[in-house]
Nanobody, 122 residues
Framework: VQLVESGGGSVQAGGSLRLSCATS????????MGWFRQAPGKEREGVAA???????SYADSVKGRFTISRDNAKNTLTLQMDTLKPEDTAMYYC??????????????????WGQGTQVTVS
């Protein structure tokens, strides 16, 4: 399973970015997919997750500002990030596991990871 993120960059506080994750090598629609992030000196943490049925979960820190979505026809995962804050600065990773429903979505639950894309908010 290959995951490739894109869309990171630098933005001022209050701005928006849209991250994408292109997947290949697996039946995307049967995977629970998630976005995670890791800031320098901190542990990787979950941002949002989405199941095959479109059900979503968010970290409290991003609720109301970030939106996760998926396009099973295009094998693509997206994270729309609005009202960005400096504390959102991190490397963002998409991840997947073979499970149509996410339930818990801890870092250790996901065997497949992309290489990450940097988001910097100033």
């Amino acid at each position: 399973v290959q995951l490739v993120e894109s869309g990171g960059g630098s933005v001022q506080a209050g701005g928006s970015l849209r991250l994408s994750c292109a997947t290949s090598g697996a039946t995307f629609s049967r995977y629970c997919m998630g976005w995670f992030r890791q800031a320098p000196g901190k542990e990787r943490e979950g941002v949002a997750a989405i199941g095959d049925d479109g059900s979503t979960s968010y970290a409290d820190s991003v609720k109301g500002r970030f939106t996760i979505s998926r396009d099973n026809a295009k094998n693509t995962l997206t994270l729309q990030m609005d009202t960005l804050k400096p504390e959102d600065t991190a490397m963002y990773y998409c991840a997947g596991r073979f499970d149509r429903y996410c339930g818990t979505w801890n870092v250790a639950d996901f065997p497949y990871w992309g290489q990450g894309t940097q988001v910097t908010v100033s």
